[in-house]
């Protein structure tokens, strides 16, 4: 991860951090590291969640302050700015880029080019290349929060823009909920991506439509 973010190769330096962080969840640099690379990616929320952690595993690390203090800014919530934490200006767009279109090989192919997608209805198109009955052998055991959330979000704008999007999106949840551990899953989840879970699901229907595992975010 550090050799590719050397070397400006943000997308595939977040993609050795996201491995890195599913054996070793306890490790504040790699999520602290991987903030670096979404930031330079300009993905401001994927980075503020990840300096979260770092703060929930190192309180007052101060590049975490200091990162997620650039990630609010550049989203313009200055109000919740850590003190002390100064800001900087935004960091500079890449350049847009092109995306796959076949399915991505394996979890670390997508979160590379989930890193590289600059709008929701790329990373729209990206899931979608997956089929929902591959989801449980696609993710194993190796689905973090941090994506499971993003994905989650994706969807709910996906609704937002198409409402005939609903099934598709119903098949895939329940796909997740073959996902091994996926329950326990749901329990690391932080209050805010409860949150962001739950406004999906109520949007969907709840249980009633939805397997059951779903219900706990109710």
């Given amino acids: 991860g550090n050799s590719a973010f050397k070397s400006g190769d943000w997308a595939t330096a977040v993609g050795h951090y996201s491995a890195a962080i599913i054996h070793d969840r306890e490790d504040f640099t790699l999520p602290l590291n991987r903030a670096a690379a979404y930031l330079k990616l300009s993905k401001y929320d994927d ?12 309180p007052n690390n101060a590049k975490a302050l200091f990162r997620r203090g650039q990630a609010r800014h550049a989203t313009g919530r200055l109000h919740e ?29 997508l979160n590379k ?14 899931i979608s290349m997956i089929p929902p009955t591959q989801f449980p052998a696609f993710f194993q055991t190796s689905l973090e929060p941090p994506l499971l959330v993003s994905i989650l979000q994706t969807f709910h704008d996906a609704l937002e823009r198409d409402a005939s ?32 879970a739950r406004a999906l699901v109520g949007r969907l229907g709840g249980s009633n439509v939805l397997n059951p595992v779903w219900g706990k975010m109710l």
């Fill in 47 to 58: 980075a503020d969640r990840d300096c979260t952690r770092v703060l929930e595993l190192k």
């Fill in 113 to 126: 080019v989930w890193a590289m997608c600059e709008t929701a209805e790329d990373r729209y198109h990206l």
């Fill in 81 to 109: 700015a850590d003190e002390g934490a100064p800001s900087s200006p935004s960091t500079p767009k890449t350049p847009r880029t092109t995306l796959p279109h076949k399915m991505p090989a394996n979890l670390f192919d």
């Fill in 165 to 196: 999007t609903q099934q598709r999106i119903i098949a895939y949840l329940d796909a997740f909920a073959s996902v091994p551990r996926f329950g326990t899953l749901l329990l690391f989840l932080n209050s805010k991506e409860k949150e962001t």
